[in-house]
C-alpha cells in the first residue's frame, strides 16, 4: 500500500476584474476591440430625457475635450454664433434660433410664451428646469468615473488582472466622489445644498431577491442583480433630503464610450411614484426615508437591458439655490446587472422556477461520456460564482462582441451565439485550444480539468487561449458562463454522434475492394463519435415562427464553420425534433448530429460505388444530461442521468421519424439513397456477441455472429479488425486482425471468433481506452456484403474519497481520503491528480509518488470550505499509462461565526 499526506499552505490571490477598456498596441487589442458601436437601428425606449444645462447671460463656449454629455446653452435674447456643440436657448418672448452647425441631438425650450424653433435634428426628449436669477458663470464639463484602486482604470496591458489585492473598493458607505467645480466663491451656494455624501448598496437585501447571493462579488459586500426586477440603493445627504427642492438623476453607464442611442449611457430622474407602465424604460422611485438624512431609491432595469458591469453616478440638482448646478456622487462599486430567468417579461424567463436550482444556480454537475452500452461520467466543477468567474464571463462575450457595446449585448440569442464562438480558440483567439490529437505537450491533457474556474482565470490572467480542450471542457465552459449571466443552461451529451461534413444528413462510410474503410479522395472524411457534448440554453426566439423558443442548441466545439466562424447555434429544439432545418441557426448540422442515417458503400467491379446497407437507427443514442435536482454528484449508485432522446427525435424508424428525415432532407436538397433490393440475401448477420464488461488489464475476446436461412451452402470470406480508436471515431492504432473463410451448412448458425491479450494493447492504449472492432464479409455465392463495427470501453479503476470528518463548517479544516487501485501489473509512473471542492480557488494540480503493480494507493488531505451549502468534491488522477481516473463526493457545510477568508489549506 502507497500511503502519502500533504498540508503545504496555499494563497489564493483573489483576482479582480478591472477596467475592460484597451489599448491599440495590447496584443487582445487593436481594430476588433474599439467600442465603435452594434450597427443598429437606434431605439428610443432606453433614451435620456434630462440634460444638465449651464445658464449664463453670455454665449458659453464648450470644452471639446469634454467627454460628458453636458451641454451648455445661453440664456440671452439674442441668438447664440458658437462655433462647437453649443445651442441657446431663449426665456423671454423672442423665438430662439438653433445653431445649425450644431452636431448634437438637443432640444432648445422656450421659457415663456412664445414657442422656440428647435433644431430640425431633434431626437432626445427634454424635461425642463427651474430658472433662478443669478446665472452660472462655469460650465460644468461632467467626471470620469472614480476608481478607487489605479488598476481598475483603463489597462494599458489590457484585461482582468489577478492582483493580489481586490482592486474595487466596496466600502458600504465610501469616500464621496464629487465634481461639482466648487471653489470657496460657492460657500453661500454649497450651504444650502444637500449633497449625497454615501451611497449603501444594500448587498445582502438586493441579493437574497435577485437569487445572487451565491456570488464572490456579492460576498465581498459587491451588488449583482438582475434585469427587470427592482433593486434598492440608500442614499445619505449631509442634510435633510426634499425631492421638492433637488432634482436626482442617476445615469448608468457601461463600456467605453457609453451613448444613449446604442443603451450604453441611461438617465433616469428620480420620481415621487412610478409613472410609467412600459417594461423598457428604466425607473428610479423614491420608496422611503431612512432616518432624517437618508432615503432609500427603487432602481428597475427593463427587462431587455444590456447584460453588463455598470457604473452609476448619481447627480443632485438643487431647484432653489442661489446658483442651480450638478454636484456629482459616482458609485465606487461596479452594479452587475444579468439575465433574469425568474422575470416574466425577460426573455430567458424559465416557467418551472424549481429546475432554476439546476440550471442556474447549481454550480457542480457531470458531463457524461463513454459509450451508448457504458455510460461513463465525468464530474465537472462549474463555479460560476468563484471569485473573477462573473466578471470573466462578461469578459468572454465582450470580446466575442468585439468590445461593440450596443442592444446586441442585451439579446440572449446573440449573447449565446457569440459564447459558442469565444469558448474556442479558432478565428478569435478565443478561451480554450482544442486538440484531439493525443499529444498534449505544452498544456494540459483535456481529461486532466476537473472544472472551468482554472480554464477561464488563466485565459484572463494570461491572455491567451488555454491549452488543451475537447467537447466535454468546451462545454463545460460554456455551462459555467451562461450560469453566470443568468441564462439557464444545461451541458448535453448525444452517444453515437454523427459529423456530418457535406451537409446531406447523412453519413457515408466507404468500403474499397479489398474490403477495407477508405476515403474517397473527392469526399470529405464523416464519422461517428462515441460521444459529443454540447449545450442547451433556454430563451424566446423572437427571430422564429411563434413555439420554437424554450430549449436551444449551442456548441462551442470547433467542428464546421458558420458564418466564417466556428460557432454553431442556437438551434431549436422542437425544430430539430421536426426536421426543421430550414430555420436559424446551424440546424442542419444539429439535426445531423442525432439523426442521420449511416449509409455505407461498397467499391464493385469497374470501380463503380454502390450503397451495400443504409442503418436509420445508428446515430443519436442514449441523449443525456444531468437529473435537475440542484443538487452536486452524489455517490452509492444514485440516479443522476436523465435520458432526453424523445425530446430530440422521436422513436427510430416510425413513421415521423421518417417523415423528420425526409423533411429535413428536402431542406438540404438531398435525395433518398438507392439501394439494389434484387439481390440474394439469405445470409443473416447479427452482429457482435454481448460481452461482459472487462476492465483494464484484462483480456477479451471478440466474436461476430450469423445464420444460413437458405437452402444453400454458403461461404462466408471476412476480415475482422481491431484498434484503438478516439472518442472521435479517428483511428489510432492497431491492434490486431484476422482473415476468415468460412462454410456455413444451410439453416444452420456460425460465428467467427478473435482473442485479444492485454499485452496486445497496454502499450497502445490511448487516455479512453476506446477500442473498435470491425468485420467487413462477403458471401462469396451471392456477392452479399455486410460492414459491422462496433466500439467499446475498457472499465478504468475508481477513485473512492471518502470524508473523515463528522461535520464540515465554513472556514474549519476537514479531511477526507483518497484511494483507488492499480489494476496493471505495471508501474504507474508521472502521476499526478487534479482536485476541485469547497476552499480550493481554481484546481488544485499535486505531483504523487509512483503507483506499484497491484497496489493500493492511498492519500489524505485538508481542506478548508469559504461557504456554506452543499458542495462537490472531485479528485482526478492522471498517468503515464492510465488517464483520467475520477471520484467525487459531496459534502455538507454548515455556517460558522468566523470570518471569511480566502486563505486555504490543501494537501
Known amino acids: 500500500m502507497t500511503y502519502e499526506t500533504w498540508s503545504p499552505n496555499r494563497r489564493f490571490n483573489p483576482p479582480s476584474y478591472s477596467d475592460y477598456r484597451r489599448l491599440r498596441d495590447d496584443r487582445l487589442g487593436g481594430s476588433m476591440y474599439n467600442d465603435t458601436g452594434f450597427n443598429r437601428v437606434p431605439s428610443f425606449r432606453n433614451r435620456a430625457y434630462n440634460i444638465p444645462v449651464n445658464i449664463d447671460i453670455n454665449p458659453t463656449m464648450s470644452n471639446p475635450r469634454s467627454t460628458d454629455n453636458v451641454i451648455p446653452v445661453n440664456i440671452d435674447r439674442n441668438p447664440s454664433r458658437s462655433v462647437d456643440t453649443f445651442i441657446p436657448v431663449n426665456i423671454d418672448r423672442t423665438s430662439t434660433v438653433s445653431n445649425p452647425r450644431s452636431i448634437d441631438s438637443f432640444i432648445p425650450v422656450n421659457i415663456d410664451r412664445t414657442p422656440a424653433v428647435s433644431t430640425p435634428r431633434l431626437t432626445e426628449p427634454f424635461v425642463p428646469i427651474n430658472i433662478e436669477r443669478s446665472p452660472v458663470t462655469t460650465v460644468n464639463h461632467g467626471t470620469a468615473p472614480y476608481y478607487s484602486n489605479p488598476s481598475t482604470r483603463p489597462l494599458e496591458n489590457g484585461g482582468p488582472t489577478f492582483s493580489r489585492e481586490p482592486t474595487v473598493s466596496f466600502d458600504r458607505f465610501p469616500r464621496p466622489a464629487y465634481d461639482d467645480d466648487y471653489d470657496a466663491a460657492d460657500d453661500d451656494v454649497s450651504s444650502n445644498r444637500a449633497r449625497v455624501s454615501a451611497i449603501d448598496i444594500l448587498s445582502e437585501e438586493n441579493s437574497r431577491q435577485h437569487h445572487t447571493e451565491k456570488y464572490d462579488a456579492v460576498q465581498a459586500g459587491g451588488l449583482v442583480v438582475r434585469r427587470g426586477q427592482p433593486f434598492n440603493l440608500m442614499l445619505q445627504f449631509d442634510r435633510k433630503f426634499s425631492l421638492k427642492k433637488n432634482t436626482l438623476r442617476l445615469v448608468f453607464k457601461t463600456g467605453s464610450n457609453p451613448k444613449p442611442g446604442k443603451g450604453t449611457h441611461i438617465q433616469c430622474l428620480l420620481q415621487s411614484e412610478r409613472r410609467t407602465t412600459s417594461s423598457s424604460e428604466w425607473t428610479a422611485v423614491l420608496k422611503s426615508r431612512h432616518k432624517e438624512n437618508s432615503?432609500?431609491?427603487?432602481?428597475?432595469?427593463?427587462?431587455?437591458?444590456?447584460?453588463?458591469?455598470?457604473?452609476?453616478?448619481?447627480?443632485?440638482?438643487?431647484?432653489?439655490?442661489?446658483?442651480?448646478?450638478?454636484?456629482?456622487?459616482?458609485?465606487?462599486?461596479?452594479?452587475?446587472?444579468?439575465?433574469?430567468?425568474?422575470?416574466?417579461?425577460?426573455?430567458?424567463?424559465?416557467?418551472?422556477?424549481?429546475?432554476?436550482?439546476?440550471?442556474?444556480?447549481?454550480?457542480?454537475?457531470?458531463?457524461?461520456?463513454?459509450?451508448?452500452?457504458?455510460?461513463?461520467?465525468?464530474?465537472?466543477?462549474?463555479?460560476?460564482?468563484?471569485?473573477?468567474?462573473?466578471?470573466?464571463?462578461?469578459?468572454?462575450?465582450?470580446?466575442?462582441?468585439?468590445?461593440?457595446?450596443?442592444?446586441?449585448?442585451?439579446?440572449?440569442?446573440?449573447?449565446?451565439?457569440?459564447?459558442?464562438?469565444?469558448?474556442?480558440?479558432?478565428?478569435?483567439?478565443?478561451?480554450?485550444?482544442?486538440?484531439?490529437?493525443?499529444?498534449?505537450?505544452?498544456?494540459?491533457?483535456?481529461?486532466?480539468?476537473?472544472?472551468?474556474?482554472?480554464?477561464?482565470?488563466?485565459?484572463?490572467?494570461?491572455?491567451?487561449?488555454?491549452?488543451?480542450?475537447?467537447?466535454?471542457?468546451?462545454?463545460?465552459?460554456?455551462?459555467?458562463?451562461?450560469?453566470?449571466?443568468?441564462?439557464?443552461?444545461?451541458?448535453?451529451?448525444?452517444?453515437?454522434?454523427?459529423?456530418?461534413?457535406?451537409?446531406?444528413?447523412?453519413?457515408?462510410?466507404?468500403?474499397?475492394?479489398?474490403?477495407?474503410?477508405?476515403?474517397?479522395?473527392?469526399?470529405?472524411?464523416?464519422?461517428?463519435?462515441?460521444?459529443?457534448?454540447?449545450?442547451?440554453?433556454?430563451?424566446?426566439?423572437?427571430?422564429?415562427?411563434?413555439?420554437?423558443?424554450?430549449?436551444?442548441?449551442?456548441?462551442?466545439?470547433?467542428?464546421?464553420?458558420?458564418?466564417?466562424?466556428?460557432?454553431?447555434?442556437?438551434?431549436?429544439?422542437?425544430?430539430?425534433?421536426?426536421?426543421?432545418?430550414?430555420?436559424?441557426?446551424?440546424?442542419?448540422?444539429?439535426?445531423?448530429?442525432?439523426?442521420?442515417?449511416?449509409?455505407?458503400?461498397?467499391?464493385?467491379?469497374?470501380?463503380?460505388?454502390?450503397?451495400?446497407?443504409?442503418?436509420?437507427?445508428?446515430?443519436?443514442?442514449?441523449?443525456?444530461?444531468?437529473?435537475?435536482?440542484?443538487?452536486?454528484?452524489?455517490?452509492?449508485?444514485?440516479?443522476?442521468?436523465?435520458?432526453?432522446?424523445?425530446?430530440?427525435?422521436?422513436?427510430?424508424?416510425?413513421?415521423?421519424?421518417?417523415?423528420?428525415?425526409?423533411?429535413?432532407?428536402?431542406?438540404?436538397?438531398?435525395?433518398?439513397?438507392?439501394?439494389?433490393?434484387?439481390?440474394?440475401?439469405?445470409?443473416?448477420?447479427?452482429?457482435?456477441?454481448?460481452?461482459?464488461?472487462?476492465?483494464?488489464?484484462?483480456?477479451?475476446?471478440?466474436?461476430?455472429?450469423?445464420?444460413?436461412?437458405?437452402?444453400?451452402?454458403?461461404?462466408?470470406?471476412?476480415?475482422?479488425?481491431?484498434?484503438?480508436?478516439?472518442?472521435?471515431?479517428?483511428?489510432?492504432?492497431?491492434?490486431?486482425?484476422?482473415?476468415?473463410?468460412?462454410?456455413?451448412?444451410?439453416?444452420?448458425?456460425?460465428?467467427?471468433?478473435?482473442?485479444?491479450?492485454?499485452?496486445?494493447?497496454?502499450?497502445?492504449?490511448?487516455?479512453?481506452?476506446?477500442?473498435?472492432?470491425?468485420v467487413v464479409a462477403e458471401v462469396l455465392e451471392t456477392g452479399q456484403l455486410v460492414t459491422w463495427d462496433d466500439e467499446f470501453r475498457l472499465l478504468k479503476p475508481e477513485m473512492e474519497i471518502e470524508v473523515l470528518s463528522s461535520s464540515v463548517e465554513v472556514n474549519k479544516p476537514f479531511q477526507c481520503r483518497l484511494r483507488f487501485q492499480n489494476p496493471l501489473n505495471t508501474i504507474l509512473r508521472h502521476c499526478s491528480i487534479s482536485v476541485d471542492g469547497p476552499g480550493i480557488d481554481g484546481e488544485f494540480d499535486q505531483r504523487i509518488s509512483d503507483v506499484a503493480p497491484k497496489t493500493e494507493w492511498v492519500a489524505e488531505m485538508t481542506m478548508t470550505p469559504k461557504t456554506a451549502g452543499r458542495k462537490q468534491i472531485t479528485v482526478t488522477f492522471n498517468s503515464d499509462v492510465i488517464d483520467n481516473v475520477s471520484g467525487s463526493a459531496d459534502v455538507m457545510v454548515s455556517t460558522s461565526s468566523q470570518k471569511h477568508g480566502h486563505l486555504f489549506h490543501c494537501f
Not at 366 to 391: H, R, S
Open 295 to 774: 432615503v432609500v431609491v427603487s432602481v428597475t432595469p427593463p427587462a431587455d437591458c444590456i447584460v453588463a458591469e455598470w457604473r452609476l453616478t448619481v447627480e443632485n440638482i438643487v431647484s432653489n439655490s442661489v446658483k442651480p448646478r450638478a454636484v456629482k456622487y459616482t458609485l465606487r462599486e461596479s452594479i452587475f446587472i444579468l439575465f433574469n430567468p425568474w422575470c416574466r417579461e425577460d426573455d430567458v424567463y424559465f416557467p418551472d422556477v424549481s429546475k432554476l436550482d439546476e440550471y442556474v444556480l447549481n454550480d457542480s454537475g457531470v458531463i457524461f461520456n463513454g459509450d451508448a452500452k457504458y455510460v461513463g461520467q465525468k464530474p465537472w466543477f462549474y463555479g460560476q460564482f468563484e471569485t473573477g468567474i462573473l466578471e470573466a464571463s462578461l469578459f468572454c462575450v465582450q470580446l466575442g462582441f468585439d468590445s461593440k457595446f450596443g442592444y446586441a449585448m442585451s439579446n440572449p440569442t446573440r449573447v449565446s451565439r457569440i459564447i459558442s464562438k469565444i469558448v474556442n480558440f479558432n478565428q478569435d483567439n478565443g478561451v480554450l485550444v482544442g486538440n484531439w490529437s493525443g499529444d498534449y505537450s505544452g498544456g494540459k491533457s483535456p481529461s486532466s480539468w476537473n472544472g472551468s474556474v482554472a480554464i477561464l482565470r488563466e485565459f484572463v490572467s494570461s491572455k491567451r487561449p488555454v491549452k488543451w480542450g475537447q467537447c466535454f471542457t468546451f462545454a463545460g465552459i460554456v455551462t459555467t458562463i451562461c450560469r453566470a449571466l443568468g441564462i439557464p443552461c444545461r451541458t448535453i451529451t448525444n452517444f453515437s454522434s454523427a459529423h456530418d461534413t457535406d451537409g446531406n444528413i447523412k453519413i457515408d462510410i466507404y468500403v474499397d475492394a479489398n474490403r477495407r474503410e477508405v476515403v474517397p479522395p473527392s469526399q470529405a472524411r464523416e464519422s461517428i463519435w462515441n460521444f459529443h457534448c454540447w449545450n442547451e440554453v433556454w430563451m424566446e426566439r423572437r427571430d422564429l415562427p411563434t413555439g420554437y423558443g424554450g430549449w436551444q442548441i449551442i456548441d462551442a466545439t470547433p467542428q464546421e464553420e458558420s458564418s466564417g466562424f466556428n460557432q454553431c447555434g442556437p438551434a431549436s429544439l422542437k425544430a430539430i425534433k421536426e426536421g426543421r432545418c430550414e430555420l436559424l441557426y446551424d440546424t442542419p448540422f444539429v439535426f445531423a448530429e442525432v439523426n442521420a442515417d449511416k449509409v455505407v458503400w461498397a467499391r464493385g467491379e469497374g470501380g463503380k460505388w454502390s450503397i451495400v446497407s443504409l442503418d436509420p437507427s445508428a446515430i443519436g443514442k442514449k441523449i443525456s444530461t444531468k437529473v435537475p435536482d440542484g443538487l452536486p454528484v452524489r455517490g452509492g449508485g444514485a440516479r443522476i442521468r436523465e435520458d432526453i432522446t424523445d425530446e430530440y427525435k422521436f422513436p427510430d424508424a416510425s413513421l415521423r421519424e421518417r417523415l423528420a428525415v425526409k423533411k429535413a432532407s428536402r431542406a438540404r436538397d438531398a435525395g433518398a439513397p438507392y439501394i439494389n433490393e434484387n439481390s440474394v440475401e439469405d445470409v443473416r448477420f447479427h452482429g457482435f456477441v454481448d460481452r461482459n464488461y472487462v476492465s483494464l488489464g484484462q483480456d477479451f475476446v471478440v466474436s461476430f455472429s450469423f445464420t444460413n436461412t437458405g437452402a444453400a451452402i454458403r461461404t462466408i470470406s471476412a476480415k475482422m479488425l481491431c484498434e484503438t480508436v478516439q472518442y472521435t471515431g479517428v483511428r489510432d492504432r492497431i491492434i490486431k486482425q484476422q482473415s476468415y473463410q468460412l462454410p456455413v451448412s444451410p439453416r444452420s448458425n456460425g460465428e467467427m471468433s478473435m482473442e485479444v491479450p492485454a499485452s496486445d494493447y497496454l502499450h497502445k492504449v490511448n487516455e479512453n481506452a476506446t477500442f473498435k472492432v470491425s
